[in-house]
């Protein structure tokens, strides 16, 4: 079961509130006493302006994170551990989508193992989220334990 501190909560959901209408994305990283929110930039509306045909949805229905920030998150999981990514989903429930799941694999596997995806559900004031996890024996991911409260 994922554990955060409330500090970090309140972080990602003002991510998530301030991104709406569009999707969010980030991670979270600890050094194992401190959480550090690392939000990142969501290119899916320039990827869909660009090239429609690869890209048909924008920013309203999906995330692409940015490949620098990407980058920076990788090396900084060299000191620190990935706790978490999280993605917000506006106007909608919070599940992990096919997509979702098809983005957090490398070759069947997780691309981040032990790493917990969260989404965060934003209805214009109402915001809930939902943590999933790696799941060994099921080969999936799933929903983990005591999903998050609303706000």
């Keep these: 079961m994922l ?5 970090t909560l309140s972080q990602i959901y003002d991510h998530a509130k301030s991104e709406f209408p569009y999707e969010c994305c980030g991670a979270i990283l600890s050094d194992g006493t401190q959480e550090f929110v690392w939000k990142c930039r969501n290119i899916q509306n320039e990827l869909h302006q660009e090239d429609p045909d690869t890209y048909p949805r ?10 620098d920030d990407l980058f920076r998150i990788t090396k900084a999981s ?14 909608h429930e919070a ?8 983005d957090a694999m490398m070759w069947d596997e997780p691309a981040y193992p032990g790493t917990t995806y969260l989404v965060i559900s934003v209805y214009d004031t109402e915001i809930s989220v939902k943590a999933f996890a790696w799941d060994d024996t099921a080969k999936d ?7 998050f409260g609303k706000t």
Excluded: M
């Excluded at 924008?58 to 490949?67: E, F, G, S």
């Design 3 to 7: 554990t955060l501190q409330s500090e």
């Design 95 to 102: 599940y992990f989508s096919e997509k979702d799941k098809a």
């Design 58 to 67: 924008d920013a309203h229905t999906a995330y692409v994170i940015h490949p």
């Design 141 to 147: 991911f799933i929903e983990v334990e005591g999903s």
């Design 78 to 91: 060299e000191t620190q551990q990935i706790k978490a990514f999280y993605h917000s989903h506006p106007n």
